[in-house]
């Protein structure tokens, strides 16, 4: 009986295995949808409603639609800047108000103006710093639109407290149900991601070079399928060389991410960061042995077939070392095998060193250097 | 009389001269805060106000603080997405309000809950599409956020086409006094910022190149000042390296700019990223010289005085086939030397393979490639 359920269910759990990515995308769609129709129940309900004022329930609305990110820590973070900036733009905004209120008649709407253009100005500077757009830039917007809207409306309304109260209020809400179905069900954590795709990438480097020394092999072999792998070997390369921003943005979303599974609250993600620079490095180098496939025409068949072997032990035990410190933050354990990377390296370089081809050996070294240097991890 | 003006003036020219991206930071910072005081206008002035309403005059103000960008061709594409967005998601909400009309009672927020449920998740996951995120992101969230607005709101009011559009006219308003401002004072153009920063790329890579052969042969000289210059060389390389993520957003605004200037409506800006994905390669090729510069510690003397000079030769006429290119995209001309361009090169290819160093011959081969790849623009 159990197993034929079993049976009937193995296709489900393969596919699933098989799409993970886009039932992630799903799942997340349906969490929105429901963070969604929650929100709206302060519509339904009608006493909620009453109370805290019609357009008022608006901003928790608006609060879940522009919060909500797919990563949970991106949500965390974005919440948080939010109400920074709301109680920040509101407290500056109800001074305006105030002051405008209490020079009265013209003076009013001068003080606010003078304000606003000073603040705004001010604010919008700040936007264009790089540091601070990277990491603030929502904070510092949703300042300047509170500011702005609760420094005017002083000019027409005489219960600005009241609505600046209300006003966060809802968001304070709306914050609430979006971190309740970000967090509580099937979160996707920036960190996981960011992590998998460091794990990820030293293996796509590890085969790329054995897939180019491969290639430089045999093309001096047979010449006629020499069209057919060259690109689909760097594609690989090229998607890591452009993954600076992406990773910047996720180590950014991982500071946010609470304490779960397998990361502590202190996990250094700027070492993240710092691999990803290193890997992009090795990313180029690999990338330029591109010229060397492309270029070498004249098939210098007794040369490479002199440097074949000790490059092809080489390449193996670079792509080696690349696959063992994958595993290595994959389980993120010390790397075990350390004892035997350096030497094992080492054998591999003196091996080019005796054939003396520069170029190899020029290439060859750096991504030792950069190996080593991925042990401080 | 006229040339004491010249004289008293001239500091002031020169320190605009030299702090050109800070004088365009702060003019923005001004526009901003003029178009925040323009759009409280709408409040300051009473009849006004009293027409559209008041909580909706507050949807002009935050198109201008959501909308304005830096750049004009941001501010221009923002506006329109979110025009196209606002359209879209009202007209849907208002059909989605007016069918929760007709069933009625408890039918009217069942219908918009699942409506709600349906739109808001299959626009959400239409945010996760890579394609889709990259250009009309900004489009689907207020998609998203007034379907949500109009639908909800028409359980609890009956004008809801009323509400719709006027906070249609104000988001039109607020778009066009951005449009004003944006556009007919002092401009920031993506269009040129790209240009110039593709200019400013190939001069970078072909001092790289020289300073990169400078430094290998530097090295052979004498040994003691070889930790000065090194990382300097490669900076430029690495920031051309990760340039891909501003590049596109880049050439996504400078699509949205009008005509002006040097260039024309229908400017070729794909072929900028173009451009932009070989000079990566060139950049990732360079880099990887970082090799051979660290590594070769065994002072192969004699070996690197005998490939000197077709080194030299090579990479001087390298840099100067890169500044040439550089030069014809800046003044936006058929390059004028082409004839002379690919003899040149070749000359420098002789000589390197002559003296058969198979590393440099390599490198340089690629480059001497991509450089021709580059003529097509």
Request: hydrophobic fraction near 45%; proline fraction near 3%; include cysteine.
């Amino acid at each position: 009986e159990k197993r034929k359920f079993q049976v009937s269910l193995s296709p489900i759990v393969s596919f699933v295995q098989k799409n993970k990515d886009s039932i992630k995308k799903i799942i997340h769609c349906i969490k929105v949808g429901s963070a969604l129709v929650l929100v709206s129940l302060v519509y339904f309900v009608d006493p909620l409603c009453k109370e805290v004022g019609d357009d008022n329930a608006m901003w928790a609305i608006m609060t879940v639609v522009v919060i909500f990110e797919f990563h949970a820590g991106a949500t965390l973070g974005k919440g948080f800047y939010r109400g920074i900036g709301t109680v920040l733009g509101g407290g500056l905004g109800c001074l305006a108000a105030i002051l405008g209120e209490q020079v009265g008649g013209i003076g009013n709407p001068f003080i606010v103006g003078v304000s606003l253009f000073i603040f705004g100005g001010a604010a919008t500077y700040a936007r264009l710093i790089p540091n601070i757009k990277k990491r603030y830039d929502y904070g510092v917007m949703i300042f300047i639109l509170t500011f702005n809207l609760v420094s005017v409306s002083g000019l027409r309304e005489e219960n600005v407290m009241e609505i600046a109260r209300e006003r966060l209020m809802m968001i304070v809400m709306g914050f609430a149900i979006c971190i309740c179905t970000t967090l509580f069900f099937f979160p996707a954590w920036a960190s996981d991601e960011i992590h998998n795709s460091m794990v990820s990438r030293f293996e796509d480097l590890a085969s790329s070079i054995e897939g180019c020394v491969e290639e430089f092999f045999r093309l001096a072999g047979d010449k006629e399928n020499q069209s057919v792998h060259p690109i689909a070997s760097f594609r690989n390369c090229i998607s890591v060389l452009n993954s600076k921003a992406k990773d910047e943005s996720l180590v950014n979303f991982a500071k946010w991410e609470p304490w779960h599974g397998k990361f502590g609250l202190f996990h250094p993600w700027e070492k993240y960061q710092k691999i990803g620079e290193v890997l992009r490095e090795v990313a180029a180098i690999i990338l330029s042995l591109k010229g060397s496939l492309n270029s070498s025409k004249e098939p210098l068949q007794a040369l490479r077939e002199s440097i074949k072997e000790p490059c092809e032990a080489a390449s193996s035990s670079l792509a080696w070392t690349l696959r063992e410190l994958g595993e290595s933050i994959k389980k993120m354990r010390r790397c075990q095998s350390e004892p035997f990377i350096v030497p094992r390296l080492k054998l591999a370089r003196q091996g080019l060193s005796q054939v003396m081809s520069p170029f190899k050996l020029g290439k060859h070294d750096t991504a030792e250097g950069l190996a080593i240097a991925c042990f401080v991890f």
